[in-house]
């Protein structure tokens, strides 16, 4: 029942800045963790940032200090904001978010059950 939609990506230069936005329609998603992964070609799909209802974050080693993620639950929307961009910060990247029942920030992307269809992230060096 719910659908996420991301947006926000695009080519930009090493060192620049993209802030990715989720919107999700259906129901509220304030009580559950939303998250954004990232895969890039050849590669896992890697949690990179997560925020819980209650405002706990999670962030992969390769992002902190770099990337910050929140949400503004009155919107029903969560954001991404990308720093200090890398080129192997390139990548396709997905706002997901767990079915009911779902406590706390799954790591791994089979525990999530709603999905963005993915905005691509090309960073040149």
């Known amino acids: 029942q719910v659908q996420l939609v991301d947006s926000g990506g695009g080519l930009v230069q090493a060192g620049c800045s993209l802030r990715l936005s989720c919107a999700a329609s259906?129901?509220?998603?304030?009580?559950?963790?939303m998250a954004w992964f990232r895969q890039a070609p050849g590669k896992e799909r890697d949690i990179v940032a997560a925020i819980t209802g209650s405002g706990n974050t999670f962030y992969a080693d390769s992002v902190k200090g770099r990337f910050g993620i929140s949400r503004d639950n009155a919107k029903n929307t969560a954001t991404l904001q990308m720093n200090s961009l890398k080129a192997e910060d390139t990548a396709v990247y997905y706002c997901a978010s767990p079915p009911e029942g779902v406590v706390g920030i799954p790591r791994f992307a089979k525990a999530y059950e709603y999905w963005g269809q993915g905005t691509q992230v090309t960073v040149s060096s």
């Open positions: 259906g129901r509220t998603r304030s009580r559950y963790t």
